[in-house]
């Protein structure tokens, strides 16, 4: 019980340093853990994320609208979200539209689908991904595999007809001599 309060008390005392620093005029963006900024970290998610989505397009959306038709964060254009299926449901982030829109080249839907409660706990959602990808690499080696097989049998066949024919022909030939 008593390291839940402490770290209760770091987390007061830190959240009332950023209350105190925003307030001041600082900008919580540029706040820094002495390698990266918020800035920075979440550009390198939206790149990462436009990675993901823009190579399973065919699971990925964007909309400026959520399912109820209201504009993200009530900022009309300002924000849009990205959402991509996986294996165990969707996963999602709002980006700006100025900075982000463009990053996605996924289908643009009119309004978001339904949400289905995921959390930040849930992002390894995304893994299962990875999953698809792989089994479908299988069957494509599989696949593969099998046209390898269909054009030795195609060429055995091809062989055994011309080895026919020729057959044939010595064999029409040796009446007519």
């Not at 790149?47 to 399912?67: E, G, P, Q, Y």
């Amino acid at each position: 019980m008593e390291k839940r309060k402490e770290v209760a008390d770091i987390y007061n005392k830190n959240h009332l340093i950023l209350n105190d620093y925003a307030f001041k005029g600082g900008d919580l963006w540029e706040l820094y853990d002495w390698y990266h900024t918020f800035n920075s970290l979440y550009h390198q998610r939206a790149i990462l994320f436009a990675t993901i989505v823009n190579m399973n397009r065919d699971k990925s959306w964007k909309s400026k609208k959520h399912s109820d038709g209201k504009y993200c964060f009530d900022r009309e254009w300002e924000w849009f979200i990205v959402w991509i299926d996986t294996p165990k449901w969707s996963y999602t982030y709002h980006y700006e539209t100025d900075k982000y829109w463009d990053l996605f080249k996924c289908e643009e839907l009119e309004l978001w689908k339904e949400r289905d409660g995921h959390t930040e706990k849930d992002v390894d959602r995304l893994l299962n991904l990875w999953d698809v990808v792989w089994d479908l690499k299988h069957r494509i080696r599989q696949l593969s595999d099998e046209c390898e097989r269909l054009q030795y049998l195609y060429d055995k066949i091809e062989r055994v007809e011309r080895e026919r024919d020729e057959y044939k022909e010595r064999w029409e030939n040796s009446f007519s001599a």
